[in-house]
Protein backbone atom coordinates (compact mmCIF):
# COMPACT_ATOMS: atom_id res chain seq x y z
CA UNK A 1 0.00 0.00 0.00
CA UNK A 2 1.51 3.63 -0.89
CA UNK A 3 2.01 5.47 1.82
CA UNK A 4 1.26 9.68 2.15
CA UNK A 5 5.08 10.64 2.63
CA UNK A 6 8.16 11.23 0.40
CA UNK A 7 11.19 8.75 0.81
CA UNK A 8 14.45 10.93 0.29
CA UNK A 9 18.01 9.42 0.58
CA UNK A 10 21.14 12.05 1.01
CA UNK A 11 23.78 10.26 -1.03
CA UNK A 12 26.48 12.62 0.69
CA UNK A 13 25.48 10.44 4.28
CA UNK A 14 23.64 7.46 2.74
CA UNK A 15 21.30 8.33 5.22
CA UNK A 16 17.33 7.91 4.19
CA UNK A 17 14.33 10.14 5.28
CA UNK A 18 10.80 9.86 5.35
CA UNK A 19 8.94 13.40 5.01
CA UNK A 20 5.12 13.48 5.46
CA UNK A 21 2.89 14.59 2.32
CA UNK A 22 0.02 16.68 3.96
CA UNK A 23 -2.56 17.57 1.09
CA UNK A 24 0.18 17.01 -1.76
CA UNK A 25 2.84 19.15 -0.22
CA UNK A 26 5.46 18.54 2.38
CA UNK A 27 7.05 20.68 5.12
CA UNK A 28 9.91 22.21 3.86
CA UNK A 29 10.64 22.43 7.86
CA UNK A 30 10.86 18.86 7.58
CA UNK A 31 13.84 19.33 5.23
CA UNK A 32 15.52 20.89 8.23
CA UNK A 33 16.82 17.09 9.72
CA UNK A 34 18.55 16.14 6.46
CA UNK A 35 22.40 17.54 7.16
CA UNK A 36 25.67 16.19 6.90
CA UNK A 37 27.01 17.47 10.19
CA UNK A 38 24.93 17.61 13.29
CA UNK A 39 26.26 21.39 13.97
CA UNK A 40 25.11 22.28 11.01
CA UNK A 41 21.82 24.66 10.02
CA UNK A 42 20.00 21.72 8.34
CA UNK A 43 18.43 22.19 4.56
CA UNK A 44 16.41 24.36 3.34
CA UNK A 45 14.66 24.95 -0.21
CA UNK A 46 15.70 28.02 -2.17
CA UNK A 47 12.91 29.14 -3.81
CA UNK A 48 14.01 33.02 -5.39
CA UNK A 49 10.31 34.68 -5.84
CA UNK A 50 8.55 31.79 -4.51
CA UNK A 51 7.86 30.01 -7.28
CA UNK A 52 6.93 27.23 -6.06
CA UNK A 53 6.69 28.13 -1.87
CA UNK A 54 3.19 27.75 -0.37
CA UNK A 55 3.14 30.52 2.15
CA UNK A 56 -0.11 29.81 3.90
CA UNK A 57 -3.20 28.10 3.61
CA UNK A 58 -6.09 29.74 2.44
CA UNK A 59 -9.80 29.49 1.27
CA UNK A 60 -10.41 32.83 -0.14
CA UNK A 61 -9.44 32.60 -4.03
CA UNK A 62 -9.11 30.13 -6.43
CA UNK A 63 -6.61 29.99 -9.42
CA UNK A 64 -6.26 27.04 -12.29
CA UNK A 65 -3.73 28.65 -13.79
CA UNK A 66 -3.42 26.14 -16.89
CA UNK A 67 -7.54 26.27 -17.48
CA UNK A 68 -8.06 29.94 -16.79
CA UNK A 69 -10.17 29.20 -13.60
CA UNK A 70 -10.69 32.03 -11.32
CA UNK A 71 -12.83 32.07 -7.97
CA UNK A 72 -13.68 33.97 -4.96
CA UNK A 73 -15.00 31.60 -2.27
CA UNK A 74 -15.67 28.96 -4.41
CA UNK A 75 -17.57 31.63 -6.83
CA UNK A 76 -16.59 31.61 -10.92
CA UNK A 77 -15.55 35.53 -11.45
CA UNK A 78 -17.44 35.25 -14.38
CA UNK A 79 -20.49 35.16 -12.55
CA UNK A 80 -19.71 37.80 -9.80
CA UNK A 81 -18.50 40.01 -12.68
CA UNK A 82 -21.81 39.79 -14.15
CA UNK A 83 -24.35 39.74 -11.54
CA UNK A 84 -22.84 41.36 -8.00
CA UNK A 85 -21.20 44.29 -7.08
CA UNK A 86 -18.11 45.25 -5.64
CA UNK A 87 -19.31 46.02 -2.00
CA UNK A 88 -20.80 42.64 -1.93
CA UNK A 89 -17.73 41.09 -3.45
CA UNK A 90 -15.95 42.71 -0.73
CA UNK A 91 -18.08 41.04 1.97
CA UNK A 92 -18.15 37.88 0.39
CA UNK A 93 -14.22 38.05 0.44
CA UNK A 94 -14.25 38.90 3.87
CA UNK A 95 -16.65 36.22 5.47
CA UNK A 96 -16.94 33.45 3.04
CA UNK A 97 -20.14 33.81 2.45
CA UNK A 98 -22.39 35.82 0.70
CA UNK A 99 -24.74 38.07 2.69
CA UNK A 100 -28.06 38.07 3.23
CA UNK A 101 -30.29 41.28 2.44
CA UNK A 102 -29.85 41.80 5.92
CA UNK A 103 -26.44 41.33 6.22
CA UNK A 104 -25.67 43.49 3.15
CA UNK A 105 -27.88 46.42 3.78
CA UNK A 106 -26.27 46.62 6.94
CA UNK A 107 -22.90 46.31 5.34
CA UNK A 108 -23.71 49.22 2.78
CA UNK A 109 -25.05 51.10 5.41
CA UNK A 110 -21.62 50.67 7.71
CA UNK A 111 -19.39 51.79 4.86
CA UNK A 112 -21.28 54.73 4.38
CA UNK A 113 -21.12 55.40 7.96
CA UNK A 114 -16.94 55.54 8.24
CA UNK A 115 -16.62 57.47 5.04
CA UNK A 116 -15.97 60.59 6.67
CA UNK A 117 -11.93 60.94 6.37
CA UNK A 118 -10.31 62.73 9.15
CA UNK A 119 -10.05 66.43 8.71
CA UNK A 120 -6.32 66.69 8.59
CA UNK A 121 -5.91 64.19 5.08
CA UNK A 122 -7.27 66.91 3.14
CA UNK A 123 -4.08 69.42 3.83
CA UNK A 124 -2.16 66.29 3.79
CA UNK A 125 -3.02 65.52 0.03
CA UNK A 126 -3.08 68.98 -0.94
CA UNK A 127 0.54 69.54 0.47
CA UNK A 128 1.63 67.18 -2.40
CA UNK A 129 2.84 68.79 -5.56
CA UNK A 130 0.11 68.66 -8.03
CA UNK A 131 1.87 66.47 -10.31
CA UNK A 132 2.98 63.77 -7.98
CA UNK A 133 2.24 60.45 -9.23
CA UNK A 134 -0.88 59.35 -7.41
CA UNK A 135 0.50 55.71 -6.36
CA UNK A 136 2.73 57.71 -4.72
CA UNK A 137 0.38 59.90 -2.80
CA UNK A 138 -2.22 57.39 -2.32
CA UNK A 139 0.65 54.86 -0.45
CA UNK A 140 1.20 58.17 2.09
CA UNK A 141 -2.10 58.67 2.57
CA UNK A 142 -3.48 55.63 3.49
CA UNK A 143 -0.25 55.30 6.12
CA UNK A 144 -1.36 58.61 7.00
CA UNK A 145 -4.91 57.79 7.36
CA UNK A 146 -4.03 55.32 9.66
CA UNK A 147 -2.20 57.94 12.60
CA UNK A 148 -5.79 59.17 13.22
CA UNK A 149 -7.17 56.03 14.06
CA UNK A 150 -4.49 55.04 16.74
CA UNK A 151 -6.65 52.19 18.31
CA UNK A 152 -6.10 50.61 15.14
CA UNK A 153 -3.11 48.53 16.39
CA UNK A 154 -5.15 46.51 18.69
CA UNK A 155 -5.51 44.04 15.70
CA UNK A 156 -6.79 41.47 18.82
CA UNK A 157 -10.08 43.44 18.90
CA UNK A 158 -12.20 41.86 16.08
CA UNK A 159 -14.57 44.98 16.48
CA UNK A 160 -11.92 47.56 15.92
CA UNK A 161 -10.88 45.39 12.94
CA UNK A 162 -14.13 45.68 11.49
CA UNK A 163 -14.44 49.36 11.70
CA UNK A 164 -11.01 49.51 10.19
CA UNK A 165 -11.81 47.70 7.35
CA UNK A 166 -14.89 49.68 6.82
CA UNK A 167 -13.18 52.49 6.60
CA UNK A 168 -10.31 51.57 4.28
CA UNK A 169 -13.05 50.35 1.84
CA UNK A 170 -14.69 53.30 2.09
CA UNK A 171 -12.01 55.76 2.49
CA UNK A 172 -9.37 54.27 -0.18
CA UNK A 173 -11.11 55.79 -3.16
CA UNK A 174 -11.56 58.94 -1.26
CA UNK A 175 -8.02 59.48 -0.73
CA UNK A 176 -7.78 58.31 -4.42
CA UNK A 177 -10.51 61.06 -5.52
CA UNK A 178 -9.35 64.08 -3.37
CA UNK A 179 -5.68 64.16 -5.00
CA UNK A 180 -7.35 63.95 -8.51
CA UNK A 181 -9.22 67.23 -7.64
CA UNK A 182 -6.27 68.62 -6.41
CA UNK A 183 -4.00 67.85 -9.00
CA UNK A 184 -6.12 69.30 -11.79
CA UNK A 185 -7.15 72.00 -9.53
CA UNK A 186 -10.69 72.10 -8.68
CA UNK A 187 -12.48 71.26 -5.96
CA UNK A 188 -12.99 68.84 -3.84
CA UNK A 189 -16.48 66.71 -4.11
CA UNK A 190 -17.51 64.82 -0.90
CA UNK A 191 -18.76 61.64 -0.86
CA UNK A 192 -22.73 61.36 -1.57
CA UNK A 193 -24.36 58.98 0.67
CA UNK A 194 -27.36 58.57 -1.52
CA UNK A 195 -24.68 57.17 -4.59
CA UNK A 196 -23.07 53.15 -4.61
CA UNK A 197 -20.05 52.44 -4.19
CA UNK A 198 -18.78 53.56 -8.03
CA UNK A 199 -21.02 55.99 -8.51
CA UNK A 200 -19.92 58.04 -5.65
CA UNK A 201 -16.34 57.47 -6.93
CA UNK A 202 -17.17 58.32 -10.17
CA UNK A 203 -18.79 61.52 -8.74
CA UNK A 204 -16.15 62.78 -6.01
CA UNK A 205 -13.74 62.62 -9.45
CA UNK A 206 -16.21 64.23 -11.86
CA UNK A 207 -18.72 66.20 -9.75
CA UNK A 208 -21.38 64.90 -11.23
CA UNK A 209 -20.62 65.15 -15.09
CA UNK A 210 -23.44 63.24 -16.72
CA UNK A 211 -21.40 62.28 -19.32
CA UNK A 212 -18.72 60.98 -17.32
CA UNK A 213 -21.27 59.06 -14.98
CA UNK A 214 -23.70 57.54 -17.27
CA UNK A 215 -25.25 54.38 -15.52
CA UNK A 216 -23.30 52.11 -17.92
CA UNK A 217 -19.93 53.63 -17.44
CA UNK A 218 -20.63 52.82 -13.20
CA UNK A 219 -21.74 49.24 -13.95
CA UNK A 220 -18.45 48.81 -15.92
CA UNK A 221 -16.63 50.64 -13.35
CA UNK A 222 -17.99 48.67 -10.70
CA UNK A 223 -17.07 45.51 -13.08
CA UNK A 224 -13.60 46.58 -12.98
CA UNK A 225 -13.40 46.09 -9.40
CA UNK A 226 -14.67 43.19 -9.04
CA UNK A 227 -12.49 41.76 -11.62
CA UNK A 228 -9.59 43.33 -9.68
CA UNK A 229 -10.70 42.16 -6.00
CA UNK A 230 -8.61 39.19 -5.33
CA UNK A 231 -5.88 37.27 -6.73
CA UNK A 232 -4.82 34.54 -4.05
CA UNK A 233 -1.25 34.87 -2.91
CA UNK A 234 0.28 37.30 -5.57
CA UNK A 235 3.09 39.79 -4.98
CA UNK A 236 1.04 42.73 -2.94
CA UNK A 237 -1.39 40.25 -1.12
CA UNK A 238 2.08 38.66 -0.14
CA UNK A 239 3.41 42.15 0.92
CA UNK A 240 -0.24 42.66 3.15
CA UNK A 241 0.70 39.47 4.51
CA UNK A 242 4.11 39.53 5.07
CA UNK A 243 3.72 43.29 7.47
CA UNK A 244 0.54 41.77 8.65
CA UNK A 245 2.63 39.28 9.84
CA UNK A 246 4.51 41.94 11.98
CA UNK A 247 1.18 43.00 13.82
CA UNK A 248 1.26 46.63 12.99
CA UNK A 249 -2.03 48.41 12.14
CA UNK A 250 -4.28 47.01 8.90
CA UNK A 251 -3.47 51.13 7.57
CA UNK A 252 -0.02 50.19 7.45
CA UNK A 253 -0.36 47.02 5.96
CA UNK A 254 -2.71 48.34 3.47
CA UNK A 255 -0.09 51.21 2.12
CA UNK A 256 3.04 48.36 1.89
CA UNK A 257 0.96 46.13 -0.28
CA UNK A 258 -0.24 49.15 -2.37
CA UNK A 259 3.66 49.99 -2.91
CA UNK A 260 4.04 46.57 -3.94
CA UNK A 261 1.02 46.97 -6.38
CA UNK A 262 2.57 50.12 -7.95
CA UNK A 263 5.50 48.49 -9.71
CA UNK A 264 5.25 48.09 -13.64
CA UNK A 265 5.29 44.18 -12.89
CA UNK A 266 2.38 43.87 -11.20
CA UNK A 267 -0.73 46.67 -10.78
CA UNK A 268 1.38 49.73 -12.46
CA UNK A 269 1.38 47.38 -15.77
CA UNK A 270 -1.91 48.74 -16.32
CA UNK A 271 -0.40 52.33 -17.25
CA UNK A 272 2.48 50.84 -19.05
CA UNK A 273 0.44 48.98 -21.14
CA UNK A 274 -1.07 52.46 -22.14
CA UNK A 275 2.26 54.24 -22.32
CA UNK A 276 3.14 51.29 -24.85
CA UNK A 277 0.52 51.49 -26.80
CA UNK A 278 0.84 54.83 -27.35
CA UNK A 279 4.42 54.59 -28.10
CA UNK A 280 3.62 51.89 -30.61
CA UNK A 281 1.16 54.86 -32.18
CA UNK A 282 0.09 52.79 -35.23
CA UNK A 283 -0.45 48.75 -36.14
CA UNK A 284 2.11 49.41 -39.12
CA UNK A 285 5.08 49.63 -35.83
CA UNK A 286 3.65 46.44 -34.54
CA UNK A 287 5.59 43.87 -36.43
CA UNK A 288 9.15 46.49 -35.28
CA UNK A 289 7.70 46.46 -32.45
CA UNK A 290 7.10 42.41 -31.10
CA UNK A 291 10.89 42.20 -32.77
CA UNK A 292 12.19 44.45 -30.14
CA UNK A 293 10.02 42.10 -27.75
CA UNK A 294 11.69 38.57 -28.85
CA UNK A 295 15.29 40.18 -29.13
CA UNK A 296 14.46 40.91 -25.20
CA UNK A 297 15.26 44.30 -25.68
CA UNK A 298 11.29 45.46 -24.28
CA UNK A 299 8.74 43.37 -22.89
CA UNK A 300 4.86 43.39 -23.81
CA UNK A 301 3.28 44.64 -21.30
CA UNK A 302 -0.17 42.91 -20.17
CA UNK A 303 0.97 39.85 -21.49
CA UNK A 304 2.23 37.15 -19.35
CA UNK A 305 1.30 36.01 -15.83
CA UNK A 306 3.26 34.11 -12.88
CA UNK A 307 0.36 31.80 -12.84
CA UNK A 308 -2.26 32.01 -15.59
CA UNK A 309 -0.37 29.60 -18.47
CA UNK A 310 -3.85 30.35 -20.53
CA UNK A 311 -5.87 33.08 -21.30
CA UNK A 312 -6.82 34.87 -18.21
CA UNK A 313 -10.35 35.32 -17.28
CA UNK A 314 -10.44 38.47 -16.01
CA UNK A 315 -8.86 39.93 -19.20
CA UNK A 316 -11.74 37.69 -21.46
CA UNK A 317 -14.51 39.52 -19.65
CA UNK A 318 -12.77 43.12 -19.21
CA UNK A 319 -12.89 42.76 -23.51
CA UNK A 320 -16.56 42.21 -23.47
CA UNK A 321 -16.77 45.10 -20.81
CA UNK A 322 -14.62 47.45 -22.82
CA UNK A 323 -17.39 46.81 -25.33
CA UNK A 324 -20.37 48.56 -23.60
CA UNK A 325 -18.16 51.20 -22.46
CA UNK A 326 -17.41 51.93 -26.28
CA UNK A 327 -20.85 52.17 -27.15
CA UNK A 328 -21.20 55.29 -24.72
CA UNK A 329 -17.67 56.84 -25.22
CA UNK A 330 -17.16 55.97 -28.60
CA UNK A 331 -13.97 53.80 -29.64
CA UNK A 332 -10.69 53.92 -27.69
CA UNK A 333 -8.51 54.62 -30.92
CA UNK A 334 -5.41 52.91 -29.04
CA UNK A 335 -7.78 49.66 -29.08
CA UNK A 336 -7.02 48.48 -33.33
CA UNK A 337 -3.46 48.21 -31.97
CA UNK A 338 -4.06 46.09 -28.83
CA UNK A 339 -6.17 44.23 -30.88
CA UNK A 340 -3.89 43.65 -33.73
CA UNK A 341 -0.73 43.30 -31.47
CA UNK A 342 -2.84 40.87 -29.32
CA UNK A 343 -3.35 38.78 -32.43
CA UNK A 344 0.23 38.64 -33.94
CA UNK A 345 1.71 37.82 -30.64
CA UNK A 346 -0.54 34.94 -29.75
CA UNK A 347 0.61 33.73 -33.50
CA UNK A 348 3.97 33.79 -33.24
CA UNK A 349 6.14 30.80 -31.45
CA UNK A 350 7.97 33.49 -28.83
CA UNK A 351 4.56 33.39 -27.17
CA UNK A 352 3.27 30.17 -28.12
CA UNK A 353 6.38 28.60 -26.57
CA UNK A 354 6.22 30.41 -23.50
CA UNK A 355 2.60 30.65 -22.76
CA UNK A 356 1.90 34.22 -22.67
CA UNK A 357 -1.51 35.73 -23.05
CA UNK A 358 -3.16 38.71 -22.20
CA UNK A 359 -3.57 39.33 -18.42
CA UNK A 360 -5.74 41.71 -16.63
CA UNK A 361 -4.03 44.86 -17.76
CA UNK A 362 -4.14 44.65 -21.49
CA UNK A 363 -7.41 46.09 -22.03
CA UNK A 364 -8.09 47.79 -18.49
CA UNK A 365 -6.26 50.93 -19.19
CA UNK A 366 -8.39 51.72 -22.63
CA UNK A 367 -11.25 51.08 -20.49
CA UNK A 368 -10.27 53.40 -18.66
CA UNK A 369 -8.71 56.38 -20.61
CA UNK A 370 -12.14 56.68 -22.57
CA UNK A 371 -13.93 57.07 -19.28
CA UNK A 372 -11.61 60.30 -18.85
CA UNK A 373 -9.79 58.92 -16.02
CA UNK A 374 -6.10 59.85 -16.65
CA UNK A 375 -3.23 57.40 -17.19
CA UNK A 376 -1.12 57.59 -13.70
CA UNK A 377 -4.73 56.75 -11.76
CA UNK A 378 -5.16 53.66 -13.41
CA UNK A 379 -2.95 51.84 -10.80
CA UNK A 380 -5.21 53.60 -8.30
CA UNK A 381 -8.26 52.19 -9.24
CA UNK A 382 -6.70 48.85 -9.22
CA UNK A 383 -5.76 49.45 -5.12
CA UNK A 384 -9.32 50.31 -4.88
CA UNK A 385 -10.50 47.08 -6.47
CA UNK A 386 -8.09 44.87 -4.39
CA UNK A 387 -8.31 46.75 -0.94
CA UNK A 388 -11.15 44.20 0.14
CA UNK A 389 -9.09 41.72 -0.96
CA UNK A 390 -5.95 42.58 0.95
CA UNK A 391 -7.88 43.15 4.31
CA UNK A 392 -9.92 39.30 3.49
CA UNK A 393 -6.18 38.00 2.86
CA UNK A 394 -5.07 39.91 6.52
CA UNK A 395 -8.15 38.39 8.17
CA UNK A 396 -7.41 35.53 7.24
CA UNK A 397 -3.45 36.11 8.66
CA UNK A 398 -4.78 36.85 11.99
CA UNK A 399 -6.86 33.67 12.38
CA UNK A 400 -3.92 31.44 11.28
CA UNK A 401 -2.16 29.69 14.41
CA UNK A 402 0.11 28.15 12.54
CA UNK A 403 1.20 31.51 11.15
CA UNK A 404 3.95 33.70 12.73
CA UNK A 405 6.03 36.94 11.67
CA UNK A 406 6.92 36.22 7.68
CA UNK A 407 10.70 35.52 8.26
CA UNK A 408 12.45 33.98 5.05
CA UNK A 409 16.07 32.27 5.24
CA UNK A 410 18.70 33.29 2.77
CA UNK A 411 21.93 31.01 1.12
CA UNK A 412 24.67 33.47 2.54
CA UNK A 413 27.42 33.92 -0.34
CA UNK A 414 29.40 36.82 1.00
CA UNK A 415 32.75 37.08 2.59
CA UNK A 416 33.79 34.69 5.42
CA UNK A 417 34.71 36.92 8.09
CA UNK A 418 37.60 39.76 7.89
CA UNK A 419 38.87 42.43 9.54
CA UNK A 420 38.27 46.02 9.49
CA UNK A 421 40.26 48.00 7.96
CA UNK A 422 41.36 51.83 8.62
CA UNK A 423 40.13 54.21 5.90
CA UNK A 424 44.10 54.72 4.87
CA UNK A 425 44.53 51.10 3.85
CA UNK A 426 41.69 51.02 1.88
N1 LIG B 1 6.91 40.14 -22.74
C1 LIG B 1 7.92 39.43 -23.27
N2 LIG B 1 8.42 38.31 -22.73
C2 LIG B 1 7.87 37.88 -21.60
C3 LIG B 1 6.80 38.57 -20.97
C4 LIG B 1 6.31 39.74 -21.59
N3 LIG B 1 5.32 40.43 -21.06
N4 LIG B 1 6.46 37.93 -19.84
C5 LIG B 1 7.27 36.88 -19.75
N5 LIG B 1 8.13 36.84 -20.80
C6 LIG B 1 9.15 35.81 -21.10
C7 LIG B 1 10.33 35.94 -20.16
O1 LIG B 1 11.31 36.79 -20.70
C8 LIG B 1 10.77 34.51 -20.07
O2 LIG B 1 11.47 34.18 -21.25
P1 LIG B 1 12.69 33.11 -21.24
O3 LIG B 1 12.06 31.79 -20.91
O4 LIG B 1 13.28 33.19 -22.61
O5 LIG B 1 13.64 33.59 -20.17
C9 LIG B 1 9.47 33.71 -20.10
O6 LIG B 1 8.55 34.56 -20.79
C10 LIG B 1 8.92 33.37 -18.72
O7 LIG B 1 8.70 34.60 -18.03
P2 LIG B 1 9.11 34.88 -16.53
O8 LIG B 1 9.68 36.26 -16.46
O9 LIG B 1 9.91 33.76 -15.97
O10 LIG B 1 7.68 34.85 -15.86
P3 LIG B 1 7.31 35.38 -14.43
O11 LIG B 1 6.29 34.47 -13.92
O12 LIG B 1 8.53 35.55 -13.59
O13 LIG B 1 6.75 36.85 -14.70
C11 LIG B 1 5.27 38.61 -15.17
C12 LIG B 1 5.39 37.15 -14.76
C13 LIG B 1 6.06 39.50 -14.19
C14 LIG B 1 3.80 39.01 -15.10
C15 LIG B 1 5.81 38.78 -16.62
O14 LIG B 1 5.05 37.98 -17.50
C16 LIG B 1 5.79 40.23 -17.08
O15 LIG B 1 6.72 40.95 -16.80
N6 LIG B 1 4.72 40.67 -17.80
C17 LIG B 1 4.60 42.06 -18.22
C18 LIG B 1 4.13 42.93 -17.06
C19 LIG B 1 2.67 42.70 -16.73
O16 LIG B 1 1.81 42.70 -17.60
N7 LIG B 1 2.39 42.52 -15.44
C20 LIG B 1 1.01 42.36 -14.95
C21 LIG B 1 0.83 40.97 -14.42
S1 LIG B 1 -0.85 40.75 -13.93
C22 LIG B 1 -0.96 41.61 -12.50
O17 LIG B 1 -0.09 41.69 -11.71
C23 LIG B 1 -2.18 42.26 -12.27
Redesign the pocket.
Known amino acids: MSKDSLSIKDNRTGKSYEIEIDDGNIKAKDLRQIKVNEDEFGMMCYDP ?1 YENTAACKSSVTFIDGDNGILRYRGYPIEQLADKSSQLEVAKLLLDGELPTSDELDKWLSDIKEFNNVPDGIENIIKSFPQDSHPMGVLISSIAALGTFYPNAKNITDEEENYKNICRLIAQVPILAAYFYRHSKGLNIVPPDDSMSYSENFLNMLFDGDEKKMNPALVDAMDTLLILHADHEQ ?1 CSASVMRNTGSSEPDPFSSVASATAALYG ?4 G ?1 NEAVLEMLSDIDSVDNIPSFLDK ?1 QK ?1 EV ?8 VYKSYDPRAKFIKKAADNVFEITGTNPLLDIALKLESIALSEDYFIQ ?1 N ?1 YP ?3 FYSGLIYESMGIPTPMFTVLFTIGRTPGWLAQWNELLNDKEQKIARPRQVYTGYDSRDYKDISDR
Not at 264 to 267: E, K, Q, T
Not at 299 to 306: A, D, E, P, S, Y
Open positions: SNPLHGAVKKLMGFGHRRLNVD
